[in-house]
């Protein structure tokens, strides 16, 4: 499977350390350590987390080619204060590189060569005018590629015209049972339950599928006409930053795999409860130590 993903790359900065992140790039790096083909589309600052930020790309194995170097502006970070059950508060702080992410014609041209299944994005990115644009330029120059839009939606850093929009561009949208709720109040819709809830917007906006997390709760998964629920498993939860995402990469793993829709969603509501038993987003693991979680 070939991916290109559009996002922030930024430091999450815990009280004990800082590692690296962005909602996208999370995906991005969980996508490659599956063993899929992903160039990821950002920037960092010409400065020392920039180039702290290339040096873990590259240990991660994702190629840093279409990840512009920004004078004058600093590499992304966020605050991230942790509760007491693991769930993170965050604080973004902006304007940052990752804002003025560009491609060149050129660029353009040999990504739509290299033919990527797969456009992810999310909605924090897409809070600037610059990176709206450009993902509009990639959904033009890669007609081939489903999109994936991840919602996470983030205090300050989304508006329902924005939502619309990049639901509107979506063949598959993933969400969580909190966001499910406020884009209906948002929309002024009737609240109804997570099933009817992604069957009448899949129908609407014409998605593939909807695929609704529930943390520790698992997951719930309508696809063409198709819904099941997904439990999860009970790990000791060190933070949940990334796990969203890793679940995300699982989700189109399984989909690249051509599983079955249980299976899918088994799967990556394995890897999604692996990460968040580790620190970071993007924690080093094997994809065989998710086939050994249990539920007690």
Same mark, same amino acid.
């Given at each position: ?179 499910? $709720? ?5 929309? %002024?819709?009737?609240?109804?339950? /997570? *099933? =009817? !809830?992604?069957?009448?917007? @899949? ?31 009970? $790990? ?5 930053? %990334?796990?969203?995402?890793?679940? /995300? *990469? =699982? !989700?189109?793993?399984?989909? @690249? ?40």
């Amino acid at each position: 499977m070939k991916i290109a993903a559009i996002g922030e790359i930024l430091w999450d900065v815990f009280p004990d350390g800082e590692h690296l992140g962005g909602a996208v790039f999370n995906l991005a790096a969980h996508a490659r350590r599956l063993g899929h083909e992903v160039f990821f589309i950002s920037a960092v600052g010409e400065d020392a987390r920039g180039k702290a930020a290339l040096a873990r790309m590259a240990e991660l194995g994702l190629a840093a080619r279409f990840v512009r170097r920004v004078a004058g502006q600093a590499t992304g970070t966020v605050s991230v204060r942790l509760d007491a059950t693991g769930q993170p508060d965050f604080t973004i702080h902006r304007p940052a590189a990752y804002d003025y992410a560009d491609l060149s014609e050129e660029d353009l041209a040999e990504l739509a060569a290299w033919r990527p299944g797969w456009l992810c994005f999310g909605t924090l990115h897409q809070m600037h005018p610059a990176a709206r644009a450009l993902t509009g330029k990639l959904i033009e120059a890669l007609p081939g590629a489903r999109r994936f839009y991840d919602v996470n939606l983030r205090k300050q850093s989304y508006t329902p015209e924005l939502v619309l929009e990049l639901m509107s561009v979506a063949n598959i949208v993933k969400l969580n049972d909190t966001e499910a $709720v406020q884009i209906q109040r948002m929309f %002024g819709r009737p609240l109804l339950d /997570a *099933a =009817a !809830f992604a069957r009448s917007f @899949a129908v609407e906006f014409g998605w593939e599928a909807v695929v609704i997390t529930r943390g520790a709760q698992g997951c719930a998964v309508w696809r063409q006409g198709e819904w099941i629920e997904a439990p999860g498993y009970p $790990v000791a939860v060190v933070d949940t930053v %990334g796990a969203g995402d890793a679940f /995300a *990469a =699982a !989700f189109l793993h399984g989909l @690249a795999e051509g599983w079955e829709l249980a299976k899918i969603a088994d799967f990556a509501n394995r890897v999604g409860a692996l990460i968040a038993s580790r620190a970071g987003a993007v924690p080093h693991w094997q994809p065989e130590e998710c086939w050994a979680l249990e539920r007690s």
